[in-house]
């Protein structure tokens, strides 16, 4: 990732920033960010707000439409911000899954039978599936890029067999939802560039732990999720504005041709973009510099990254600590994610035993059927321990704690 801004010196002040988590105050220990994070105060108040405002459909004319326009265009460029994306590229809907769903079907039908599409085991089913059944109903050959399980490192060069010069389109992970693995991203849309087919990349899990700049990336398509940055429950694709006036969905005859809004079929839920928008912001607050909101957030990410790097440290030291314990991250770049399995017992016993405990780390492959499959943990997967800017030393000491006595029972 590219150093937009120095990252500042201050110190990462993590009671403080616990504070504005209301969720916090339950007592419970948060290692499940991965699956959503909690929320602070000002994204639920940005969701309350917008609600209770004079609210219609996008325009200009009323207040309640000046409302609805000014909410888009503000969350587009605080998306934007974050991604190190045009605005004009910025795409709403449900979900990452849905945006998936609709750029496939999209590409789709610009594709001929016998052109091929590349995917990883390595990816969470959403960056999987899509273009595995947008390809079928085609006649496009699906050809997979598979990740090493013994480091869970997916390298380029293990993309690069896979290609041809019928390669259409290369999905690949910015980073693993199951393990916390980074794999090298613009070497693999490099390869993807150079056999002339788009990358489509699931920033999903990456965005909340590592700066993002999509021109450094390589990225054709971007996708991310703000409930998994502390945010609210919907979904963001970029891509660059004259990448998405080539390509033309299924829509509403009297809906706008525009880009971005050729994409967002239906009324945006403007509630849910406020509180986008007051996430980005929430997280730029963090990042100790002056200037404009990219460099806060650059910096703030790389604030946020180097606490979170210090509890995982802890926690891989603790984890060395007991018994019959494996760990499956084991990526060099890896965000702070841990894939953990106990020898003669089950992940969803530790699952229970700490959530008596009020320790929350689930258990499951977590849509990432692929990779739980190809590390020989089947479709039940193993523990899971994610952390966030929340999260301090007290959750980890407790954490440890109710892993030793799990194993002690």
Not at 85 to 94: H, T
Not at 95 to 100: A, D, H
Not at 117 to 140: F, K
Not at 161 to 179: E, I, K, Q
Request: a negative charge; one cysteine or more; proline letters at 7%.
């Amino acid at each position: 990732m590219p150093s937009d801004v120095p990252h500042s010196d201050v110190a990462y002040d993590v009671e403080a920033v616990r504070s504005h988590f209301p969720a916090l105050t339950a007592g419970y220990a948060h290692f499940d960010g991965p699956g959503g994070s909690q929320v602070p105060v000002a994204v639920a108040e940005a969701v309350a707000r917008t609600l209770v405002s004079p609210l219609a459909n996008r325009g200009r004319i009323t207040a309640a439409e000046r409302t609805a326009d000014e909410i888009v265009v503000s969350a587009r460029l605080a998306v934007a911000d974050l991604l190190g994306a045009d605005p004009a590229g910025v795409v709403f809907g449900r979900s990452m899954t849905q945006l998936t769903y609709d750029a496939a079907r999209t590409l789709a039908a610009t594709w001929e039978p016998g052109d091929e599409v590349v995917v990883t085991s390595l990816d969470h089913d959403a960056n999987i599936r899509p273009w595995v059944q947008a390809a079928e109903a085609v006649g496009a050959r699906v050809r997979w890029a598979q990740f090493d399980p013994a480091t869970a490192e997916l390298a380029a060069e293990d993309v690069a067999p896979v290609l041809s010069p019928r390669t259409r389109l290369v999905a690949v992970t910015a980073a693993s939802n199951l393990l916390g693995t980074c794999p090298p991203v613009r070497a693999i849309t490099d390869l993807a560039h150079e056999a002339g087919a788009l990358a489509y990349v699931d920033g999903v899990h990456a965005t909340a732990h590592q700066p993002v700049h999509l021109q450094a990336l390589g990225a054709d398509f971007y996708v991310c999720s703000p409930y998994k940055f502390l945010g609210p429950h919907c979904g963001v694709l970029a891509a660059a504005p004259a990448l998405l006036e080539r390509l033309h969905p299924q829509k509403l005859l009297p809906s706008t041709d525009v880009v971005p809004e050729r994409f967002e079929l239906g009324t945006l839920p403007y509630e849910l973009l406020a509180g986008t928008t007051a996430a980005v912001d929430f997280l730029a607050a963090l990042g100790g510099v002056a200037g404009g909101r990219r460099a806060q957030l650059v910096s703030a990410l790389g604030v946020i990254g180097a606490h979170e790097d210090r509890l995982r440290e802890r926690i891989e030291e603790g984890l060395a600590r007991l018994p019959g314990v494996t760990v499956h991250s084991r990526a060099a770049h890896r965000t702070p994610t841990l894939l953990v399995s106990f020898a003669g017992r089950e992940p969803a016993a530790a699952y229970a035993f700490l959530a008596e405990r009020g320790v929350h780390a689930p258990a499951g492959s977590f849509y990432a059927i692929e990779a739980s499959r190809r590390l020989g943990l089947g479709d039940g997967g193993a523990l899971r321990i994610g952390l966030a800017p929340y999260v301090d030393d007290t959750d980890v000491e407790r954490l440890l704690d109710g892993l030793a006595a799990f194993l002690d029972g």
